[in-house]
């Protein structure tokens, strides 16, 4: 298998999994519950890493996306970043 193909079928599988998720959020935070529980997955797009999500480009956290999530009023807890790293996507 060519390194190419190899690479292909990651990405495919890659996008697969975040459809998957974002699907299964959806149906979860559309259940009718007194308090809902909707996390948050955050899959880093292509060449991206955890941190480019928390403090991008070594900045404050202030800037990153999950501090935007918990001011508009996401608990923290239930903010996910898919670790993924850099090098990972080589």
């Given at each position: 298998m060519s390194l190419s193909c190899r690479h292909s079928s990651f990405l495919e599988s890659t996008l697969r999994l975040q459809r998957?998720?974002?699907?299964?959020i959806i149906v979860w935070c559309s259940c009718s519950t007194t308090t809902a529980f909707c996390p948050v997955v955050?899959?880093?797009?292509?060449?991206?890493?955890?941190?480019?999500y928390?403090?991008?480009?070594?900045?404050?956290?202030?800037?990153?996306?999950?501090?935007?999530?918990?001011?508009r009023g996401f608990d923290?807890?239930?903010i996910y970043i898919v670790p993924i790293k850099r090098p990972d996507w080589l």
């Open positions: 998957f998720l974002l699907l299964s955050i899959c880093p797009g292509f060449g991206n890493d955890v941190i480019d928390e403090a991008p480009l070594e900045q404050s956290k202030d800037v990153g996306l999950v501090s935007v999530l918990e001011r923290s807890k239930n």
